[in-house]
């Protein structure tokens, strides 16, 4: 494994901070106050600048790198060997909760780190809410046209994965286990209206209970019953079934050049403490993170190579870590790292599909 670095460090630190020698290779970044700083991970340029990003921290409580990437490339030995690889993927810019997404509201949480520094979200009691216990119920909600192009495989801002048709193809019809494919609704635009569940089967035995109850959906009551346990799993029966009703209505044009969500059912894989996480790339362990019984958030970004117990691998094709990175800000929900076999990688790079990178996944 070769590793390479490409760093975006601020001018005026880097002139304070580093010799005359240093400064001659860095490139300026067009009319940015920055520079680029790039080479091989332990090389002479690269242990000063981990020198000069601790002097900082110690002296202003800031950091000389504003953006960091390391590249990991292999031989074709390495990657034949490998068993388990770590997908990089693009984002669409957009988010399923613009469009009606259902997601829980989550368990309030006062003690909950993650939503420390988050003060965009619109909350007028001024609770938090654990953003682990909050899931997606039902059939994710996004227009095709927002999706990215010349990507099969890609994530929307709240962490779901989307794939193309062809993708879902392979991975129903090659029998690669882990992962689920599920139909997305195609949304035009974003519903102004709340939510009328009226019309479908499902919905309407929902609406025959909170009557039982004396509520309604005009009741604020009814929104959080909703959510309770015991309807739950009626709930998400019958926002598939007001899809498949609004599907049922549309032309077959319509469906030209869908997508799926995938969605993950195997047992998530074990993080080893060897892998860093953090929000800085010299500062691993820096920034939000949080455990609680739903789960953790290690931080805001892997900063190394991922490495993970061997034995907490059941063998499937689709996995994802057990912690999470990233935090709740805004349509912003934190996420796990996605991996995949060598079964499967070997199959996306024979049938040529786009849209991600890769790193080797450290077994122990």
């Known amino acids: 494994m070769r590793e390479t670095y490409r760093f975006r460090i601020y001018s005026e630190d880097a002139h304070t901070a580093l010799d005359p020698e240093y400064l001659k290779g860095l490139k300026p970044v067009g009319k940015f106050d920055l520079l680029i700083a790039q ?8 242990r000063k600048l981990q020198e000069a990003d601790r002097l900082l921290e110690e002296s202003a409580k800031r950091s000389l790198i504003a953006v960091s990437n390391i590249q990991r490339t292999y031989t074709s030995a390495e990657i034949e060997q490998a068993q388990l690889f770590l997908l990089h993927l693009f984002d669409a810019g957009g988010s399923g ?41 039902g059939p994710l909600r996004f227009p095709f046209q927002k999706m990215r192009k010349g990507c099969d ?28 494919v599920r139909p997305i609704w195609n949304m035009g635009v974003a519903p102004k209206t709340m939510l009328d569940i009226s019309d479908v089967p ?28 015991a309807q739950l799993p009626l709930l998400g029966k019958a926002l598939w079934e007001q899809m498949e009703l ?58 190394s ?38 079964r499967l990688f070997d199959a996306m790079r024979q049938e040529e599909m786009r849209g991600f990178s890769f790193e080797i996944v450290e077994m122990v």
């Open 39 to 46: 080479g091989v991970v332990g090389d002479a340029l690269y």
């Open 97 to 137: 909760e613009e469009y009606g997404t259902w997601y829980t509201d989550g368990v309030q949480n006062d003690n909950c780190g993650v939503f420390e520094r988050n003060k965009r979200i619109y909350n007028p009691k001024k609770t938090k809410r654990c953003a682990l216990s909050s899931h997606q119920v």
């Open 153 to 180: 495989i890609f994530s929307l801002w709240g962490g779901e994965l989307v794939i193309s048709e062809r993708l879902a193809q392979l991975i129903e019809q090659g029998g690669f286990t882990g992962g689920r």
């Open 202 to 229: 499902s919905g309407a035995e929902l609406l025959r209970r909170a009557k039982e109850k004396g509520f309604g959906p005009t009741d604020k009551a009814f929104w959080s019953w909703l959510e309770e346990d």
């Open 246 to 303: 609004q599907q049922s209505r549309r032309s077959k044009a319509s469906t030209v050049g869908s997508f799926a969500q995938l969605t993950i059912q195997s047992s998530p894989l074990t993080v080893s403490d060897k892998t860093l996480f953090g929000e800085k790339q010299f500062r691993p362990g820096s920034g939000d993170s949080c455990r609680c019984a739903f789960g953790e958030v290690r931080g805001g970004m892997l900063l």
């Open 305 to 342: 190579q991922l490495s993970v117990i061997g034995s907490s691998w059941d063998g499937s094709d689709i996995c994802r870590s057990d912690v999470y990175v990233g935090g709740r800000a805004g349509l912003f929900r934190p996420w796990r790292h996605l991996v995949v076999s060598k």
